[in-house]
C-alpha cells in the first residue's frame, strides 16, 4: 500500500535552515506529482511546494517563495523540502502528500519548531 514516511524535524532557531525529507513506497514513484503541506497550530493545513513528476517544475506558496526548495530523487522515491532562513512562523508540523488517482495519501508529519 501507499506509504509515506518524512523526517528531519525538530527544534531550529530563527534564521536556520531545514531539510526534510519524505520516503515514499507502494507506487510508482516517478509517476506523480508530490507536495508538501504544513499546519501550525489552531491553523488549517497549507500548502508549501508542489513538484511535478519528473523534477522540472516546481510552485511554492508565497509565504515560503524565495526561501524554500522541493526537490526530488526518483532513483531513491524520495522528496526533500529545504527551507531557509526560518521564521517562528515556519512552525507547524509538516506532511508529505501525494494524489494517486483521486485519491490523496497523507505522510505521519514531522514537527519543526523555530525557536530561539
Known amino acids: 500500500q501507499v506509504r509515506l514516511v518524512e523526517s528531519g524535524g525538530g527544534l531550529l532557531q530563527p534564521g536556520g535552515s531545514l531539510r526534510l525529507s519524505c520516503a515514499a513506497s507502494?507506487?510508482?514513484?516517478?509517476?506523480?506529482?508530490m507536495s508538501w503541506y504544513r499546519q501550525a497550530p489552531g491553523k488549517e493545513r497549507e500548502l508549501v511546494a508542489t513538484?511535478?513528476?519528473?523534477?522540472?517544475?516546481?510552485n511554492y506558496a508565497n509565504s515560503v517563495a524565495g526561501r524554500c526548495t522541493i526537490s526530488r530523487d526518483n532513483t531513491k522515491n524520495t522528496v526533500y523540502l529545504q527551507i531557509n532562513s526560518l521564521k517562528p512562523e515556519d512552525t507547524a508540523v509538516y506532511y508529505c502528500?501525494?494524489?494517486?488517482?483521486?485519491?490523496?495519501?497523507w505522510g505521519q508529519g514531522t514537527q519543526v519548531t523555530v525557536s530561539s
Open positions: 502528500q501525494v494524489i494517486i488517482l483521486l485519491q490523496t495519501y
Open positions: 513538484i511535478n513528476y519528473n523534477g522540472e517544475s516546481a
Open positions: 507502494g507506487f510508482t514513484f516517478n509517476m506523480y506529482a
